[in-house]
């Protein structure tokens, strides 16, 4: 039998917290087919809370560790204010929006980081996407809207990477769908001059991204995006593209494709 | 057909906040029989984070207002902190639950309170429960898990009080199942003499509460909570009791139930 299509849409922070881009890109995603599945990062609004809570950011070799009160905050600004006014917004655009930690539904089941050199805190490595939870919710006509948190499934929410959620909710849901996988960012794909937009990459295998590699032309930030791209790849997702909110509508094809 | 029964819960924030019960109360509630629905309050937790992010309580004739930040404040502790947290507690105890607000699958939509004597602000009026939504998850054997906020359909969302909240899941549910309204708070029902936990009165109807009322025996927090009562009493709901957590166990029979 042939698998319905269907599409896992990353949203980054940039988009977030442009109140005009946002309002464009919820309506391009209420536009685009269902089933879909839209995963959401935080952005800059987890900081400020924290800042003005008095929370100060703990920062390991330049990453971020979730401490008790960072985890409070991520669990107020993704699970609460972002990702309930994303919901409100899409419903309001006709589009049947659910948001959704990885707690709701059992759906991402994850283990906390174990302690080695760096003690990550409360970050969670996704272990399980609950593919029955998913199917019933986009069966019943509805469109999950996952902020980027999941559980250990002992009472414990952990932070996730919202770019990882998506590959994982990908690569679960690829067995029973059609599954695109795209991450939306504020480029229109990959760039080979980081300063020209126009100079989107349209296509990129692993030969052409060791290519690039060499030659230094990836920005520091795309490294893990499209790390992310090739594991769901690797774990049978059939297409995978980044780009901007553009690349959602039909007809538009400047953006990047990655393949094997 | 005969219907099949459901049980709407609404805990209020003294449990919340009280981390041992909190934990029976999510024992007690994860044993009890599906269908089920939780409806829960907010709590001292957002006045403390409110004061915390510098923001004042605006009160008007001892009623709070929903101003633009603490309706922020609201979906940050209501729908992000403690609903996520309760969600994943249950999930602990192998209860399927899943959080939402009124936004989310479009379950609960309001209007703003119109502008009168007072603006109350950001505070939402039930309109509509999507009987659609509830019965969806409730069929894919999920435990809807409700905070305090509803939307207006156009983007907005807006608060709205528990107690109304679950007197409304109620009353729009009674049409499909045999439905139970448990109002839960530190109290073992409704008290004679508010000192004596043991002064339970363990029936109240119409004439009763008026009796009630002009005895001056009912602390003053209790009467709105009671007119929720009668009024989903009003609206078919079938069944209506005020207690402590205790009542959700089998066989416990100390509470306070309301007949019109």
């Keep these: 039998m042939k698998k319905e299509a269907l599409s ?13 881009r946002l309002t464009e890109m919820l309506s391009i995603f209420s536009r685009l087919k269902s089933p ?3 995963v959401h990062g935080g952005g800059k609004r987890a ?12 920062l390991i070799g330049g990453r971020r560790i979730t401490d008790a009160p960072t985890l409070e905050v991520a669990l107020m600004v993704y699970a609460g204010l972002i990702n309930k006014n994303l919901v409100a917004g899409l419903q309001a655009m006709g589009c049947n929006a659910l948001g959704l930690s990885g707690a709701d539904g059992d759906a991402i089941r994850a283990h906390k980081r174990p302690v080695g050199k760096v003690d990550y805190g409360f970050a969670g490595d996704v272990d399980k996407i609950n593919t029955g939870t998913m199917s019933s919710l986009l069966s019943a006509g509805m469109v999950p809207v996952f902020c980027a948190l999941t559980h250990d499934g002992k009472g414990q929410m952990l932070n996730t990477n919202a770019d990882t959620i998506a590959s994982e909710i990908a690569i679960g849901m690829s067995p029973f769908y059609n599954t695109t996988l ?6 229109p794909g990959v760039l ?7 100079s989107v990459i ?27 791209c090739f594991h769901a790849l690797k774990k049978q997702v059939p297409r995978v593209c980044i780009g901007d909110l553009h690349m959602l509508q039909p007809g538009h094809d400047e953006y990047t494709t990655l393949t094997l």
């Design 8 to 20: 896992v849409v990353k949203i980054g922070g940039n988009v977030i917290e442009d109140q005009g």
């Design 36 to 38: 879909k599945i839209l």
């Design 47 to 58: 900081t400020e809370v924290s800042g003005q809570l008095g929370i100060k950011a703990k």
């Design 182 to 187: 795209f991450y939306c960012f504020e480029n």
């Design 192 to 198: 080979r001059d980081r300063t020209d937009p126009s």
């Design 202 to 228: 349209r296509q990129i295998d692993s030969v052409k991204y060791r290519e690039l590699l060499a030659q230094g032309i990836l920005a520091e930030g795309m490294l893990p995006k499209i790390e992310n």
